[in-house]
Nanobody, 124 residues
């Protein structure tokens, strides 16, 4: 069982930055991977970034490479998503998810636990 709570969303102008946090708790957290997904109105949920809690390995969607950085603070059981050079196409609800992806990490079905989401709005 893993409980996830996102925070840090908000409104920012294009070119700005935001940092999202995903606070985790539960016995399965240390053996999980945590991913950030996002969903815009009318679009499918999209995998953005992934970090393996134990080993620290990361992965990114092509759309955010070089702009977003995922990191973790194991002492706080928190995963962060630093988002720089934001543009209006990044506007979405951002969710963190925990699980052990076996095939493609961008698949929603690979994750067992989800947070409630946090809104990110980027204006031009």
């Amino acid at each position: 069982q893993v409980n996830l709570v996102e925070s840090g969303g908000g409104s920012v102008q294009a070119g700005g930055s935001l940092r999202l946090s995903c606070a985790a708790s539960g016995p399965s957290y240390s053996s999980s991977a945590v991913a950030w997904f996002r969903q815009s109105p009318g679009k499918e949920r999209e995998g953005v970034a992934l970090v393996y809690v134990g080993g620290g390995g990361t992965a990114y969607a092509d759309s955010v490479k070089g702009r977003f950085t995922i990191s973790q603070d194991n002492a706080k059981n928190t995963v962060y998503l630093q988002m720089n050079s934001l543009n209006p196409e990044d506007t979405a609800i951002y969710y963190c998810a925990a699980g052990l992806p076996a095939t493609r990490w961008v698949r929603e079905s690979e994750y067992d636990y989800w947070g409630q989401g946090t809104q990110v709005t980027v204006s031009s």
